[in-house]
Structure formats: C-alpha cells, structure tokens
C-alpha cells in the first residue's frame, strides 16, 4: 500500500496571509488540530496546530505566517511512498497529521493518525481463514486439506498439544486476525508460524514426490 491510498483527500489548507482569528474559527468548525500552510501553486510553505493558533491569540499575532512551523521542520511523506513510512512518522513522533506531496511538493492530501487507527482496526477482524486461503495461492498446488494438514501439525509441536486438521481448520474459520496474534503471542509469532507451515506444506509434498 502507498501513502496515496491510506491519505484523506478530503483536506483545507492555509495561506501565509489569512487570519489567525478567522483560522481559529475555520479549524474550530471543521474540527481539525492541524493544517497545511500552502502558496499560490498549493506547495506546502508552513504547518499550524492548533497549539500554534492558540499561542497567536494569546500574543496578538495577526498572521499565519507570524505562527506557523517553516518547511524544514515539517515531516512529510512522498505519495508513493509505501504507507508503513507515514504510519511509522505518526507513530514514533506522535503526530496527528502528516501531509502527503506530490513531485512538486504540492499537498495532494493527509494522513491521519485517527485513519491508521481505523485501517489496523479493520485489519484485526480479518478471519484467520482469509488469510490462509491467500497463503494457498502462493503455495501454488497445494490443496487446502495439504495446508490444514501442515498446520495441524506445527501446531501440535508448537503447543505440545495434539490437533486434527479439522479441529484446526475449525479454529481459523472462527478467529480473527487480532485474536489470532493474542493467542500465539505476538504478531512476530504469528508470522513465524505461518512460515513454519508454508515450509512443513513443501517439506510433505518433496517427501510424497520421493516415495
């Protein structure tokens, strides 16, 4: 996924010269803590939080451009570059917003922190079941009955508890994506398993072939 496909088209922007005042009452009413500051060719010039706006009134401050964050201290991703950049941005420096430019540092829209919270919600109600269905077309050949087969098994040398391959499939086809990760310990062990299972379905299928 790229930066374009996670962002919210749906954005106002700022000039240098507009009014404090009147851009106090402008991210009151649309209910946004942060802005764009753009020139005439809509290039992103400056940023302002509603931390900036609030500071201004208090200093008597008649301009944006008296308040607002230069270029240089503004972090910003590309638009095509992948989303993990923008996700990563936001979370280890606890942004609200990071703007997305184009090749002409013109601001093509946001990404917000309140949207990446809504996308990995999404994510964690994934069925387990999806994403082994697409793990079986990567595996191409293998049958679904293979890969419960394998899984079945993995996870009885994992647990030390003993399954059957519909006990297992009985499992994923009821779980989600985020009650899958709690259950195994963490996204990292998730994975690591169904690397495991990936690498058990080719293992059985070279042991078949030499029989």
Not at 32 to 54: E, H
Not at 55 to 82: C, Q, W, Y
Request: hydrophobic share 40%.
């Amino acid at each position: 996924m790229r930066a374009k496909e996670l962002m919210d088209k749906n954005f106002v922007y700022l000039n240098c010269e507009d009014s404090v005042v009147d851009v106090s009452k402008v991210m009151e009413e649309i209910r946004r803590f942060t802005c764009p500051v753009v020139n005439d060719d809509k290039q992103l010039v400056g940023w302002i939080t509603s931390f900036d706006i609030t500071k201004g009134l208090r200093e008597g401050n008649e301009k944006i451009s008296e308040i607002m964050s230069d270029f240089e201290d503004i972090a910003t991703v590309h638009e095509d570059d992948p989303a993990r950049k923008a996700v990563i941005l936001t979370a280890n420096n606890k942004y609200v917003t990071v703007p997305v430019v184009n090749d002409d540092n013109q601001v093509i829209g946001m990404v917000r922190a309140c949207d990446i919270v809504e996308l990995l919600s999404n994510l964690y109600d994934i069925k387990v079941e999806k994403l082994y269905k697409a793990m079986q077309n990567q595996l191409k050949g293998v049958t679904w009955e293979e890969l419960m087969a394998a899984s079945a098994l993995v996870s009885t040398k994992t647990t030390g508890k003993k399954i059957s391959a519909e006990e297992y499939e009985a499992n994923i086809v009821s779980s989600t994506f985020g009650e899958a990760i709690w259950a195994t310990g963490g996204l990292e062990k998730f994975f690591a398993g169904l690397i495991s299972v990936g690498e058990m379905v080719i293992a059985r299928r070279v042991g078949k072939a030499r029989r």
